[in-house]
């Protein structure tokens, strides 16, 4: 390391020591019950990510609404992150609240369907293009089912995915490659997976890699999000999605798109919107407005592939026709009423409409405050979407964050946007607009990250 990147990595340690500080003078209940926390959960709060937060730890939330939270130190947050995603609804959508209040007095779950199911599958289909639908309770889950399939049909056992991509707790999609070198994700520790047998990985944008990839006749399926939105933000060249269909479809390779994120697109996700044709489409999160729930669907050849292995019906084979992939609660009244609240009145035309003009407003102004101060930055808009990545142009594909990431600037940002009244993703820089969010909300960003940019732009951190 240079002398001038030993200075610059002190001073970001610095300002990340005052934010930490101001966070703590500023969370005394938080930190109470953080303290308490770990004594109960195995990493302190029920769900392990949700230490990940930069203050050092999570704000407690006492209650949240529309685009806010409030924490139980009596701070307001206006919030960007939404659950990282899962909140795209914005918090307690008053048609949410009420599906959910009147299922609830008549039953969660009878591993029966209620009518209200249909009307979501026919739903799904027309936002989505026509499919067989199957209800999961998470996109985890759907991914892991949709893998499954992908094997059953193909006979094969590899899954061919992207450098930097993340679908959730499925094995063979937690590996990346750094130096040029294939390895698990970055701190994820080795479960005695054996990757070599069940994974492939390429770099996004590289159709020639898939290609290469695709000729042994190995590969089951390929798994990928339209947009990568979990490692900053990798656009998608021109060209690549069709080309991926192509090559995918010659080699009989299951095709399937994670829509978990990019719902935020509009109300088919990128997929309607850019006509793509996966074999299995896959969504999560947002899609029953926080109470839990996935979604998968196959196309009419996929389906009638896996129909071939398992009939839809076969009464005489009931007690021992089962798919190899769980699901209890899936598929339960209750996040079926939810899930028609949020594709009825929730996620509709318009609302996508107002959540899109916000996100434009909130990427136009950080992107202006860019090229005023000459920052080394860049942000990407998608749909509600928007990035805000420490490096000048955007990446085309996993290495291009690894080279330029700026983990501690990144961290110092988390930290001074909680302080400052704004909650973001904690993993990177992402923000999302919802239904609720509002122009004031966009102002109040802007002038965080006007503030920010002042901060490490006269700290020589930028
Ligand atoms: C693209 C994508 N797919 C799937 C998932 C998994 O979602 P869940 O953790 O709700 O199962 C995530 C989570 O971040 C995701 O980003």
Known sequence: MTPATLARAATLERLIEAEQARFLRLHPRSAAAWREGRRHFLYGAPSHWMRRWAGGFPVYIDTAQGAHVRDIDGRDYIDFCLGDTGAMCGHAPEAVTLAVTQQIGRGATMMLPTEDSLWIGAELSRRFGPRYWTLTTSATDANRAAIRIARMITGRSKVLVFSGCYHGGVDEAHVEIRDGRVGLRNMIHPNAVDHDAVTKIVEFNDIAAVEAALVAGDIACVLTEPVMTNFGMIPVADGFHKALRDVTRRAGTVLIIDETHTLSCGPGGYTALHGLEPDILVAG??????????????????????????????????????????????????????????????????????????????????????????????????????????????????????????????????????????????????????????????DQHGDVFERFGKLVGEAGVT
Not at 376 to 403: C, Y
């Open 285 to 442: 999160k947002a899609i029953a407005g926080g109470i839990p729930a996935g979604i998968f669907g196959l196309d009419q050849v996929t389906a009638e592939r896996l129909w071939r292995i398992v009939p839809p019906v076969n009464p005489r084979q009931r007690q021992s026709a089962h798919l190899g992939f769980g699901g209890t609660l899936a598929g339960g009244a209750l996040a079926v009423a939810a899930m028609r609240a949020v594709l009825e009145e929730v996620l509709t035309e318009p609302a996508y409409a107002g959540m899109f003009s916000h996100a434009e407003r909130l990427a136009g102004r950080a992107r202006g405050l860019i090229a005023q101060n000459e920052l080394p930055w860049h942000v990407t808009q998608i749909g509600a979407r928007i990035e805000i990545m420490f490096m000048p142009s955007r990446p085309r594909n996993g290495a291009d964050v690894i080279a330029g990431r700026q983990p501690d600037l990144e961290t110092l940002m988390h930290a001074f946007y909680m302080n400052e009244g704004i909650l973001i993703t904690p993993f990177h820089g992402m923000l999302l607009t919802c239904p609720a969010t509002s122009s004031a909300d966009v």
